[in-house]
């Protein structure tokens, strides 16, 4: 009784699912070949560019590039003073490893190993630092090229903007697609 019942259920599920599976291929949802033949060309048009090369394109881009030479540099300069004390140190201790009783052997051992693991994480900082710097430093850049890439996007009247960086984007139909490399450029400049 109770197998009768779970085969029952069964079907009728079954029969509902093939029930809604007939409606959504007749027209609930869009099928590529009715996209297609309900759009022309001209509907679907896709702006394609360099992303990188069009910001790295932008005025105040050299500049960031320069503040970040200088960041970087300055934490370089610090780097390599921490590096020589530390070297200064270590030789100190070469030389007088023999004559420290073992205390003080120890003492100057345990004071290299915690000099050593700041400069470590001193680096680590500074490289964590200088990449937080350089996003903080290049978000106005992304945001002005976000706006306008969505002016150019309105006035061409383009559904998209592809980054055709890394090959992101192999293939591009030309019928299909405009280079706006120009456009955002000309609207960068004002």
């Not at 007749?26 to 001209?42: A, D, H, M, V």
Request: proline fraction near 3%; aromatic fraction near 6%.
């Amino acid at each position: 009784m109770k197998t009768r019942h779970i085969i029952i259920g069964l079907v009728l599920i079954l029969t509902g699912l093939t029930g809604y599976a007939q409606s959504v291929g007749s027209g609930s949802i869009p099928e590529i070949s009715n996209l297609k033949s309900q759009t022309s060309n001209q509907d679907i048009v896709i702006g394609y560019l360099s992303y990188d090369s069009v910001l790295q394109a932008m005025p105040d881009y050299a500049i960031v590039c320069q503040q970040m030479a200088d960041l970087r540099a300055a934490y370089e300069k610090e780097l390599k003073r921490v590096e020589d004390e530390f070297n200064q140190k270590y030789e100190a201790f070469l030389e007088g490893q023999r004559d420290f009783p073992r205390t003080i052997l120890l003492k100057r051992q345990n004071e290299l190993q915690e000099l050593l693991q700041k400069n470590i994480a001193f680096k680590q900082q500074g490289q964590a630092d200088l990449k937080k710097a350089e996003e903080e430093a290049l978000q106005p850049l992304r945001q002005r090229l976000a706006e306008v890439l969505a002016a150019v996007a309105r006035e061409n009247k383009l559904l998209l903007i592809v980054n055709t960086d890394q090959n992101a984007c192999p293939f591009i139909d030309p019928d299909r697609s405009c280079n706006v490399t120009e456009d955002v450029m000309r609207m960068l400049e004002k």
